[in-house]
Protein backbone atom coordinates (compact mmCIF):
# COMPACT_ATOMS: atom_id res chain seq x y z
CA UNK A 1 0.00 0.00 0.00
CA UNK A 2 2.66 2.34 0.58
CA UNK A 3 5.24 1.45 -1.93
CA UNK A 4 4.45 4.10 -4.35
CA UNK A 5 5.32 7.35 -1.47
CA UNK A 6 7.33 8.74 -3.90
CA UNK A 7 5.01 9.63 -6.36
CA UNK A 8 2.83 11.05 -3.71
CA UNK A 9 5.59 13.27 -2.49
CA UNK A 10 6.41 14.30 -6.21
CA UNK A 11 2.60 15.24 -6.41
CA UNK A 12 2.07 19.13 -4.79
CA UNK A 13 -1.55 19.42 -3.69
CA UNK A 14 -1.80 23.02 -4.36
CA UNK A 15 -1.64 23.11 -8.17
CA UNK A 16 -2.96 26.15 -10.37
CA UNK A 17 -5.57 23.71 -12.61
CA UNK A 18 -3.46 23.72 -15.82
CA UNK A 19 -0.52 21.89 -13.84
CA UNK A 20 -3.26 19.21 -12.53
CA UNK A 21 -4.78 18.90 -15.63
CA UNK A 22 -1.14 17.39 -16.50
CA UNK A 23 -1.22 15.58 -13.43
CA UNK A 24 -4.40 13.78 -13.97
CA UNK A 25 -2.99 12.20 -17.66
CA UNK A 26 -5.54 14.90 -19.69
CA UNK A 27 -2.89 17.65 -20.62
CA UNK A 28 -4.04 16.94 -24.58
CA UNK A 29 -3.50 15.06 -27.49
CA UNK A 30 0.30 15.37 -27.62
CA UNK A 31 0.81 14.39 -24.47
CA UNK A 32 -0.40 10.87 -24.69
CA UNK A 33 1.95 8.25 -25.63
CA UNK A 34 1.22 5.82 -28.52
CA UNK A 35 -0.82 2.76 -28.01
CA UNK A 36 -4.42 2.09 -27.19
CA UNK A 37 -6.41 3.90 -24.77
CA UNK A 38 -7.39 2.85 -21.38
CA UNK A 39 -10.41 1.98 -19.77
CA UNK A 40 -12.27 5.16 -19.24
CA UNK A 41 -12.27 6.58 -15.74
CA UNK A 42 -15.46 6.98 -13.44
CA UNK A 43 -16.35 10.73 -13.51
CA UNK A 44 -16.99 11.66 -10.12
CA UNK A 45 -19.02 15.08 -9.00
CA UNK A 46 -17.21 17.19 -5.96
CA UNK A 47 -20.99 17.08 -4.59
CA UNK A 48 -22.25 13.37 -5.07
CA UNK A 49 -20.81 9.74 -4.26
CA UNK A 50 -20.85 8.08 -7.07
CA UNK A 51 -20.67 4.45 -5.26
CA UNK A 52 -24.54 3.53 -4.43
CA UNK A 53 -25.12 3.53 -0.90
CA UNK A 54 -28.27 4.18 1.20
CA UNK A 55 -27.89 7.39 2.92
CA UNK A 56 -30.11 8.77 5.94
CA UNK A 57 -30.22 12.57 4.46
CA UNK A 58 -29.46 14.17 1.29
CA UNK A 59 -26.13 15.64 0.22
CA UNK A 60 -26.35 19.63 1.65
CA UNK A 61 -29.76 19.07 3.03
CA UNK A 62 -30.59 20.78 6.69
CA UNK A 63 -30.32 16.92 7.88
CA UNK A 64 -26.98 16.75 6.53
CA UNK A 65 -25.42 19.73 7.92
CA UNK A 66 -27.08 19.21 11.23
CA UNK A 67 -25.24 15.88 11.52
CA UNK A 68 -21.99 17.60 10.47
CA UNK A 69 -22.12 20.27 13.19
CA UNK A 70 -22.44 17.33 15.19
CA UNK A 71 -19.85 15.41 14.24
CA UNK A 72 -17.48 18.84 14.67
CA UNK A 73 -18.70 19.14 17.96
CA UNK A 74 -18.10 15.64 19.37
CA UNK A 75 -14.39 15.43 17.31
CA UNK A 76 -13.45 19.21 18.72
CA UNK A 77 -15.14 18.89 22.02
CA UNK A 78 -13.72 15.54 23.36
CA UNK A 79 -9.93 15.75 21.40
CA UNK A 80 -9.68 19.05 22.68
CA UNK A 81 -10.60 18.03 26.37
CA UNK A 82 -8.50 15.00 26.17
CA UNK A 83 -5.18 16.96 25.28
CA UNK A 84 -5.81 19.58 28.04
CA UNK A 85 -2.84 18.75 30.21
CA UNK A 86 -0.87 19.15 27.14
CA UNK A 87 -2.09 22.26 25.64
CA UNK A 88 -1.33 23.20 29.64
CA UNK A 89 1.98 23.05 29.35
CA UNK A 90 2.78 24.25 26.22
CA UNK A 91 0.74 27.64 27.15
CA UNK A 92 2.84 28.14 30.05
CA UNK A 93 5.88 27.35 28.17
CA UNK A 94 4.67 30.35 26.01
CA UNK A 95 3.58 32.59 28.45
CA UNK A 96 6.94 32.19 30.87
CA UNK A 97 9.94 30.20 29.04
CA UNK A 98 11.91 31.02 31.74
CA UNK A 99 10.51 28.95 33.89
CA UNK A 100 9.33 25.94 31.77
CA UNK A 101 12.35 25.58 29.58
CA UNK A 102 10.89 22.36 27.51
CA UNK A 103 8.05 20.17 27.25
CA UNK A 104 9.19 16.96 29.90
CA UNK A 105 10.29 19.81 32.08
CA UNK A 106 6.86 21.83 32.08
CA UNK A 107 4.95 18.64 32.89
CA UNK A 108 7.70 17.95 36.08
CA UNK A 109 6.96 21.54 37.43
CA UNK A 110 3.46 21.64 36.81
CA UNK A 111 3.12 18.10 38.67
CA UNK A 112 5.21 19.76 41.45
CA UNK A 113 3.38 22.49 42.20
CA UNK A 114 -0.13 21.48 41.20
CA UNK A 115 -0.83 17.93 41.33
CA UNK A 116 -1.84 15.69 38.82
CA UNK A 117 -5.16 17.62 39.47
CA UNK A 118 -3.52 20.88 38.41
CA UNK A 119 -2.90 19.33 35.19
CA UNK A 120 -7.20 18.85 34.07
CA UNK A 121 -6.83 23.06 34.79
CA UNK A 122 -8.97 24.59 32.22
CA UNK A 123 -10.53 21.08 31.32
CA UNK A 124 -14.55 23.16 31.54
CA UNK A 125 -13.80 26.32 28.95
CA UNK A 126 -11.80 23.68 26.80
CA UNK A 127 -14.63 21.45 26.37
CA UNK A 128 -17.44 23.94 25.43
CA UNK A 129 -15.43 26.42 23.61
CA UNK A 130 -14.11 23.72 21.42
CA UNK A 131 -17.57 22.09 21.09
CA UNK A 132 -19.02 25.13 19.83
CA UNK A 133 -16.12 26.49 17.87
CA UNK A 134 -16.49 22.61 16.12
CA UNK A 135 -20.21 22.80 15.20
CA UNK A 136 -19.20 26.08 13.33
CA UNK A 137 -15.98 24.74 12.07
CA UNK A 138 -16.96 21.39 9.94
CA UNK A 139 -21.24 22.27 9.93
CA UNK A 140 -20.33 25.75 7.87
CA UNK A 141 -17.47 24.26 6.23
CA UNK A 142 -19.77 22.30 4.73
CA UNK A 143 -22.02 24.75 4.07
CA UNK A 144 -19.78 26.64 2.44
CA UNK A 145 -18.35 24.51 0.40
CA UNK A 146 -21.87 23.72 -0.98
CA UNK A 147 -22.55 26.82 -1.43
CA UNK A 148 -18.95 28.25 -3.04
CA UNK A 149 -19.29 25.03 -5.36
CA UNK A 150 -23.07 26.19 -6.56
CA UNK A 151 -21.62 29.67 -7.36
CA UNK A 152 -18.77 28.07 -9.64
CA UNK A 153 -20.62 25.81 -11.15
CA UNK A 154 -19.78 22.04 -11.13
CA UNK A 155 -16.06 22.80 -13.47
CA UNK A 156 -14.67 25.64 -11.60
CA UNK A 157 -15.68 23.92 -8.78
CA UNK A 158 -12.92 21.01 -10.03
CA UNK A 159 -10.78 23.08 -11.75
CA UNK A 160 -10.48 25.62 -8.59
CA UNK A 161 -11.09 22.80 -5.96
CA UNK A 162 -8.33 23.98 -3.61
CA UNK A 163 -9.17 27.40 -3.56
CA UNK A 164 -12.82 26.05 -2.46
CA UNK A 165 -11.57 24.53 0.18
CA UNK A 166 -9.86 27.48 1.12
CA UNK A 167 -12.14 29.71 1.21
CA UNK A 168 -15.03 27.69 2.49
CA UNK A 169 -12.67 26.62 5.70
CA UNK A 170 -11.38 30.51 5.97
CA UNK A 171 -15.29 31.50 6.41
CA UNK A 172 -16.40 28.83 8.58
CA UNK A 173 -14.11 29.76 10.64
CA UNK A 174 -14.58 33.18 10.79
CA UNK A 175 -17.34 32.58 13.05
CA UNK A 176 -15.88 29.36 14.92
CA UNK A 177 -13.55 31.84 16.37
CA UNK A 178 -16.51 34.28 17.74
CA UNK A 179 -18.17 31.44 19.17
CA UNK A 180 -14.36 30.02 20.92
CA UNK A 181 -12.76 33.28 22.10
CA UNK A 182 -14.56 33.64 25.62
CA UNK A 183 -14.06 30.23 26.55
CA UNK A 184 -10.42 30.28 25.23
CA UNK A 185 -9.85 33.65 27.11
CA UNK A 186 -10.86 32.18 30.35
CA UNK A 187 -9.04 28.52 29.59
CA UNK A 188 -6.16 30.80 29.71
CA UNK A 189 -6.35 32.85 32.46
CA UNK A 190 -7.06 29.86 34.57
CA UNK A 191 -4.25 27.94 33.39
CA UNK A 192 -1.51 30.54 32.97
CA UNK A 193 -2.13 33.12 36.21
CA UNK A 194 -1.73 30.85 39.68
CA UNK A 195 -4.24 31.44 41.81
CA UNK A 196 -6.62 33.83 39.58
CA UNK A 197 -9.46 30.60 39.53
CA UNK A 198 -9.78 27.06 39.26
CA UNK A 199 -12.55 26.65 37.83
CA UNK A 200 -14.93 28.08 34.93
CA UNK A 201 -17.58 29.44 37.24
CA UNK A 202 -15.11 31.39 39.40
CA UNK A 203 -12.89 32.89 35.87
CA UNK A 204 -15.89 34.20 34.40
CA UNK A 205 -17.56 36.50 36.53
CA UNK A 206 -14.02 37.85 37.55
CA UNK A 207 -12.99 38.63 33.91
CA UNK A 208 -16.14 40.00 33.84
CA UNK A 209 -16.51 42.53 36.57
CA UNK A 210 -12.43 43.61 35.61
CA UNK A 211 -12.82 44.19 31.92
CA UNK A 212 -16.15 43.72 30.99
CA UNK A 213 -17.23 41.83 28.10
CA UNK A 214 -14.09 43.13 26.50
CA UNK A 215 -11.93 40.69 28.37
CA UNK A 216 -13.94 37.56 26.56
CA UNK A 217 -13.26 39.30 22.87
CA UNK A 218 -9.66 41.03 23.03
CA UNK A 219 -8.23 37.85 21.89
CA UNK A 220 -10.48 37.46 18.97
CA UNK A 221 -8.60 39.15 16.39
CA UNK A 222 -5.40 36.95 17.09
CA UNK A 223 -7.33 34.43 17.33
CA UNK A 224 -8.25 34.50 13.57
CA UNK A 225 -4.68 34.89 12.93
CA UNK A 226 -3.88 31.92 14.24
CA UNK A 227 -7.14 29.54 13.16
CA UNK A 228 -8.25 30.91 10.09
CA UNK A 229 -4.54 30.03 8.63
CA UNK A 230 -4.73 26.86 10.90
CA UNK A 231 -8.27 25.61 9.14
CA UNK A 232 -7.50 26.62 5.81
CA UNK A 233 -4.49 24.08 5.93
CA UNK A 234 -6.48 21.83 7.76
CA UNK A 235 -9.25 21.63 5.50
CA UNK A 236 -7.54 21.93 2.01
CA UNK A 237 -4.18 20.00 3.21
CA UNK A 238 -6.79 17.42 3.90
CA UNK A 239 -9.05 17.21 1.05
CA UNK A 240 -6.16 17.23 -1.15
CA UNK A 241 -3.92 14.46 0.61
CA UNK A 242 -6.80 12.03 0.69
CA UNK A 243 -7.24 12.44 -2.94
CA UNK A 244 -3.33 11.67 -3.77
CA UNK A 245 -3.58 8.82 -1.10
CA UNK A 246 -6.07 7.52 -3.42
CA UNK A 247 -4.62 8.76 -5.93
CA UNK A 248 -0.76 6.97 -5.75
CA UNK A 249 -0.75 5.27 -2.32
CA UNK A 250 -3.87 3.03 -2.01
CA UNK A 251 -3.77 0.37 -4.22
CA UNK A 252 -7.59 0.09 -5.23
CA UNK A 253 -10.21 2.68 -6.02
CA UNK A 254 -11.83 4.36 -2.47
CA UNK A 255 -15.27 2.37 -3.65
CA UNK A 256 -13.14 -1.14 -3.43
CA UNK A 257 -11.91 0.28 0.09
CA UNK A 258 -13.95 -1.07 3.48
CA UNK A 259 -15.42 1.52 5.63
CA UNK A 260 -12.31 1.22 8.06
CA UNK A 261 -9.59 1.15 5.28
CA UNK A 262 -11.34 4.53 4.24
CA UNK A 263 -10.76 5.41 7.95
CA UNK A 264 -7.08 4.49 7.85
CA UNK A 265 -6.68 7.00 4.84
CA UNK A 266 -9.13 9.63 6.84
CA UNK A 267 -6.63 9.17 9.91
CA UNK A 268 -3.03 9.51 8.27
CA UNK A 269 -4.41 12.44 5.99
CA UNK A 270 -5.67 14.21 9.11
CA UNK A 271 -1.92 13.81 10.67
CA UNK A 272 -0.56 15.06 7.96
CA UNK A 273 -2.44 18.30 7.72
CA UNK A 274 -1.70 18.56 11.63
CA UNK A 275 1.71 19.06 11.16
CA UNK A 276 1.15 22.23 8.65
CA UNK A 277 -1.65 23.33 10.53
CA UNK A 278 0.58 23.35 13.75
CA UNK A 279 3.65 25.37 12.10
CA UNK A 280 1.26 27.32 10.51
CA UNK A 281 -0.78 29.01 13.38
CA UNK A 282 1.64 28.80 16.01
CA UNK A 283 2.93 32.18 15.98
CA UNK A 284 -0.29 33.74 16.13
CA UNK A 285 -0.88 31.38 19.33
CA UNK A 286 1.78 32.63 21.08
CA UNK A 287 0.17 35.64 21.24
CA UNK A 288 -3.05 34.89 22.19
CA UNK A 289 -1.44 32.51 24.93
CA UNK A 290 0.53 35.91 26.73
CA UNK A 291 -2.30 38.07 25.21
CA UNK A 292 -5.35 36.42 27.16
CA UNK A 293 -3.08 36.18 30.20
CA UNK A 294 -2.34 40.00 30.40
CA UNK A 295 -4.71 43.08 31.09
CA UNK A 296 -4.45 45.66 28.69
CA UNK A 297 -2.34 44.50 26.37
CA UNK A 298 -2.57 44.44 22.65
CA UNK A 299 -1.55 42.12 19.78
CA UNK A 300 1.20 44.69 18.91
CA UNK A 301 2.69 44.79 21.78
CA UNK A 302 2.97 41.36 22.51
CA UNK A 303 4.63 40.47 19.20
CA UNK A 304 7.33 43.51 19.55
CA UNK A 305 8.21 42.14 23.11
CA UNK A 306 8.12 38.39 21.79
CA UNK A 307 10.20 38.94 18.73
CA UNK A 308 10.95 35.94 16.68
CA UNK A 309 12.28 33.92 18.09
CA UNK A 310 9.79 33.80 20.93
CA UNK A 311 6.51 33.06 19.14
CA UNK A 312 8.31 29.62 18.10
CA UNK A 313 8.71 28.70 21.65
CA UNK A 314 6.51 25.61 22.53
CA UNK A 315 6.47 24.12 18.53
CA UNK A 316 7.38 20.66 18.99
CA UNK A 317 4.70 20.70 21.81
CA UNK A 318 2.08 22.20 19.71
CA UNK A 319 3.14 19.84 16.51
CA UNK A 320 2.84 17.03 18.66
CA UNK A 321 -0.72 17.85 19.46
CA UNK A 322 -2.21 19.67 16.84
CA UNK A 323 -0.84 16.62 14.49
CA UNK A 324 -2.44 14.07 16.99
CA UNK A 325 -5.64 16.54 17.59
CA UNK A 326 -6.33 17.16 13.38
CA UNK A 327 -5.79 13.29 12.69
CA UNK A 328 -8.12 12.19 15.64
CA UNK A 329 -10.45 14.89 14.40
CA UNK A 330 -10.71 14.17 11.23
CA UNK A 331 -11.23 10.32 12.02
CA UNK A 332 -13.46 11.10 14.38
CA UNK A 333 -15.67 13.56 12.12
CA UNK A 334 -15.70 10.60 9.44
CA UNK A 335 -16.81 8.31 11.82
CA UNK A 336 -19.90 10.28 12.82
CA UNK A 337 -20.47 10.47 8.79
CA UNK A 338 -20.30 7.36 8.76
CA UNK A 339 -22.39 6.29 11.75
CA UNK A 340 -25.05 8.28 10.84
CA UNK A 341 -24.97 6.92 6.83
CA UNK A 342 -24.15 10.26 5.58
CA UNK A 343 -23.42 11.07 1.78
CA UNK A 344 -19.59 11.15 1.72
CA UNK A 345 -18.18 12.09 -1.46
CA UNK A 346 -15.06 10.43 -2.94
CA UNK A 347 -12.07 12.50 -4.39
CA UNK A 348 -13.74 14.42 -6.94
CA UNK A 349 -12.62 13.68 -10.91
CA UNK A 350 -12.95 15.65 -14.16
CA UNK A 351 -16.74 16.31 -14.91
CA UNK A 352 -17.67 14.23 -18.23
CA UNK A 353 -18.82 17.98 -19.54
CA UNK A 354 -15.12 19.52 -18.99
CA UNK A 355 -13.31 16.46 -20.59
CA UNK A 356 -15.99 16.77 -23.64
CA UNK A 357 -14.92 20.61 -23.49
CA UNK A 358 -11.82 20.37 -23.78
CA UNK A 359 -11.33 17.03 -26.46
CA UNK A 360 -10.43 14.57 -23.69
CA UNK A 361 -13.53 12.36 -24.28
CA UNK A 362 -14.99 11.03 -27.28
Known amino acids: MFSSVA ?9 APHLQLVQDGLAGPRSNPAGPPGPPRRSRKLAAAAVEEQYSCDYGSGRFF ?10 CGTTHTALVPLDLVKCRMQVDPQKYKGI ?19 WAPTFIGYSMQGLCKFGFYEVFKVLYSNMLGEENAYLWRTSLYLAASASAEFFADIALAPMEAAKVRIQTQPGYANTLRDAAPKMYKEEGLKAFYKGVAPLWMRQIPYTMMKFACFERTVEALYKFVVPKPRSECSKPEQLVVTFVAGYIAGVFCAIVSHPADSVVSVLNKEKGSSATLVLQRLGFRGVW ?7 IMIGTLTALQWFIYDSVKVYFRLPRPPPP ?6 KKKLGYSQ
Open 104 to 122: FNGFSITLKEDGVRGLAKG
Open 66 to 75: LLCGLGGIIS
Open 7 to 15: HLARANPFN
Open 313 to 319: KGLFARI
Open 349 to 354: EMPESL
